[in-house]
């Protein structure tokens, strides 16, 4: 059943974040992703996450559909203008893959190439347009194609705002609904609670939230994560939870599975985890959910 089918069926959706190698060498992606491709509905592919220059999100895609595993690629504001990502969605679309995701990108400062230039040529909510345009048979000068894609298309949204700034989101995700986002995938969510005042304002909408779990590595990462990250509500009993545990990684992997189990019993449309080069640790998750 494709990811698109069981979304439009209601059904509750894994999705894992699958990292494309800093070199040409896959075999490790392939096997990693080998591994669960029973248990997960579809594999998300960034496209140079962190800035860090990386083989293309069209490029891993590729390959671990030509493995008979379904992927979600991503479509990266930040390093290409709207002639080469029109192309590289007609070529995502002409090898059999089915699903994109808009994102904007990080700076390039935060990566390994911190002479780059971001390229920004369009925003997240034109990329969307643009994204529409395809699926109606023309590009973006408004000439028609051979041939039009038929993506499922998602986003990207931040649920852990409050006040008017979460307003404000929640304005700009109706923006990009209307531009054609059919699911959104938020930042990681570590406790129930934190999603709710999202939750109230986007029930409005017909779209599917998919909140990120993502595997917590070690207590300085969780702490770093408190101090720093904006975008996660970590609270204090988690890291006190991850400090008290005897095998610090064992406990990380159980509350991962643990949050995954409690997405789907508050019946969110699915969940997309991310593992940051761990996901070896895939089975492991999946395993203690039941999956």
Known sequence: MSLKSKLNAGKFVILAEMEPPKGVDVSQMVQKATKVKGAVDAFVVPEMSNAVMRMSSLGGAMVLRNKGMETVMQANCRDRNRIALQADLLAAQACGI????????????????HEAKAVYD??????LKMIQSLQAGKDMAGIELAGSTDFTVGSTVNAFLSGEDLDREIHEMEQKIEAGAEFFITPPVFHMDALHPFMEKASKFDVKIIPTVLLLKSL???????????????????????????????????????????????????VHIVTIGWEDRLPEILGGMGV
């Open 220 to 270: 300085g990462m969780v702490r770093y994560m408190a101090r720093n990250v904006k975008s996660v509500m970590i609270t204090d009993d988690l890291i006190n939870r991850i400090q008290n545990a005897g095998d610090k990684v064992r406990e990380c992997i159980t509350i991962a599975s643990e949050l995954v189990k409690d997405l789907r019993l508050n019946q969110f449309n699915g």
């Open 122 to 127: 369009i925003n997240l909510p034109e990329m």
């Open 98 to 113: 089915q699903n994109v995701m808009a994102v904007a990108g990080e700076d390039p400062s935060f990566g390994d190439h």
